[in-house]
């Protein structure tokens, strides 16, 4: 260790050193930047654009003249071009610098970029410069709590250090050595292949520099390049494939904070023009990392507390927060009360005694004739304003409704429905009332699953017809539009094994889709249920994975724009009395124009299904569902589930196992034990080596989806007709097939490929084929 640390001083100083010229002139540079005097702003121009891109930029934020607080505060909105559509992008960066800013809060949290030093000795294309990395902010300091030192590689020294200029002198690092994969654990960085350490409290500046004891030499097969960054907590989980992807990687999100000034509340609220808390009811309170204050809406406010006027009351009667019985509950400024409706008597409150009728005590007959009459005057006018109050929620309601209706792209339905010519019932628009009444007003009982992107439940169509009803969690308003066009889209789809949608519901406030209902569960369920996979023989396994690549590749080659599922998996493959698969939940799913071949976008999928490529680089591609496609294989080989803890750590990943044993030559020790038998393990090998060809991890080395359908296809009239396997000429297969041959190569295994037999005209008809109106 003492060698370690003496090499470890060595190298990262001979860095330091060769990086202070440079070091001095950026400190410079930006701290003359930082001191141009600007006068504060007291209040912003009503004018002032809020947006940059997609950032919201509230006050004392501003990327103009007299919208911002103070110089401090600029945000300059910078336009580039887009390599992919070559429109002008607008990006939002910390005044002056090349600092990214990805988000903003009023609770005193500034997300920016920070970039990512590495140290590869190893590679011809070395820079010496890239090994250390500069931040220097006076403003804002750098989270303490929030932020992490991160050093990712198999023989790598990361230090965190103060810059020359510096008020606060700081040094400190980890260390990440490894001499194998063994013992590496995803998710951890324990010091075996990552290593993290806190940064010091109330620091502005910092120098990254990462280095290396033995230049990476014996760790340069599987570790060529050693590379440190700071970063937040929540935003980094180590992988082993960081060891060969981080070199894609290029920053990483950083949490700054920020606050008002440098001095405390007290000092502040002595000069009454320069105090930032400008609405009323708004708190000040002092900053935890370095000098000033930030100001906060007192307790029942919401808003702006930097805008004169910007908190508001909340209306605690609207919320479902409040402990108030029904009908008890009273808005006041900044709180509420509980207190109950003449003519009732109680508390007001829900655990307490309530609201109850008064009813009077008569004392003779003519008391009792007048509390009658009293009290018929009043069931009267009760049951008339009942009514009137019912009529008015109706009407209320329905306007709602039409409200959704608009807001969630009604009107542009029903223009895509004229336009295109097609019935209401071919993309059949329902009411709130009918799906209520389908599914017993969302009982619980209805409930089919429940998942990451809402809850599903089966219904009951007037016509005694049985459907799924999806009930997503959240909507993007921003996204209506697309949303609309793939509801247009998806009702076209009429293929035998894809879940039709038969229609969407928009008077809610969340859009529902209406789907058919399959009858006999999932593929997981009959994978996973040992009740189940017995059952589930060769046979069926391999009409499954036949049907799922054909509907897949319909969707990718077949529909008017390209369909990428994103998020295949094996409990999204409904299976029917007859055991015919259907894809199902195009939740995550997202369109590519017919010119583009991938589209960014924010990673989504499921664990152990996820395309290693697109987690990496967020580039999603029809690859991306090949990968996830090549896991359901597995699953159907196997019977073991995409992610288990009863597996070796490093083999929790079914992908990872799976691989590992088709390389290794271990097949038939890892298959489901039921499915083998003489005459199909050499089919058993063929459709392996599909789905570890499936599993690479880099795209372009994978078939693309309209090739794993046309060899499992071949498996399967192979497996029907197994006289065709027998010496089977070309002639042969030809006839079989009533097509001509067409030399049809993938590159599945290592040193393997395999031949299809049939032409690419009949035979993708014959995989592609929807039904008789499908596109």
Known sequence: MQAMSSSLQTVLLQQQQEAAAKLLLGVFVISAAIFVPTAAVEVPNSNCNRTCGS????????TSEDCYLDSSFLITCNFSSSSNSGTSAPTPFLRLGNIKVLNISLDGELRVTSSVTRDCPQKSDYNANDSYNVLVLKEFPISYTKNVLTAVGCDTLALITSSESSDKKYMTGCVALCESMTGMVNESCSGIGCCQTSIPDGINDFTVTVGSVNNHSNVSKFSPC????????????FSTLDLQNMQNKDAFPLVLDWAIGNQTCEDAK?????????????????????????????????????????????????????????????NLVGSY??????????????????????????????????????????????????????????????????????????????????????SMETTKIFTNDELKKATNNYDESRVLGKGGYGTVYKGVLPDNKEVAIKKSKICDKSQIEQFINEVILLTQINHRNVVKLLGCCLETEVPLLVYEFITNGTLSDHIHDISRASSLSWEKRLKIATETARALAYLHYETSMPIIHRDVKSTNILLDDNHTAKVADFGASRLIALDQTEITTLVQGTRGYLDPEYFQTSKLSEKSDVYSFGVVLAELLTGEPAISSCRPESYKNLAM??????????????????????GNIE?????????????????????????????????????????????????????VLCTPTVPFNIDIGVGSSVSGVSGPDSMINQILKPLDDGR
């Open 683 to 735: 089919a058993l090998k063929e459709v392996a080596n599909l789905a570890e060809g499936c599993l690479r991890l880099r795209g372009e080395d994978r078939p693309t989806m309209m090739e794993v359908a046309m060899e499992l296809e071949r498996l399967r009239i192979m497996e029907k007709h197994p006289w065709g396997k027998d010496n089977q000429t070309t002639e042969e297969t030809e006839y």
């Open 337 to 422: 009360s509980c207190s109950c409706p003449m003519g009732y008597q109680g508390d007001g409150w829900r655990n307490g005694s309530s609201c109850t009728p008064v009813i009077p005590k008569p004392s003779n007959s003519k008391n009792i004739i007048i509390a009658l009459c009293i009290s018929i005057s009043l069931l009267v006018l009760l049951l008339g304003g009942s009514s009137v109050l019912l009529g008015l929620k109706r009407r209320k309601l329905i306007k709602l409704q039409e409200k959704y209706f608009q807001q969630n792209g009604g009107l542009m339905l029903q223009e895509h429905i004229l336009n295109q010519g097609r």
């Open 226 to 237: 050693g590379f440190a960054f700071v970063v937040e907590k929540k935003e980094y989980n």
């Open 657 to 678: 196992f799976f691989v590992s044993t088709v390389k290794e030559d271990r097949l038939l020790h890892i298959l489901e034990d039921h499915i083998v038998n003489e």
């Open 270 to 330: 002595k000069n009454i023009t320069g105090y930032a808390c400008k609405a009323a009811n708004s708190e000040c309170y002092n900053s935890t990392n370095g000098p000033g204050y930030r100001c906060n809406c007192s307790s029942g406010y919401y808003g702006n507390p930097y805008l004169s006027g910007g908190c508001k009351d909340i209306d605690e009667c609207k919320t479902p927060n409040h402990d108030c019985a029904v009908n008890a509950c009273v």
């Open 55 to 62: 950032l919201e930029i509230p006050y004392p934020f501003g």
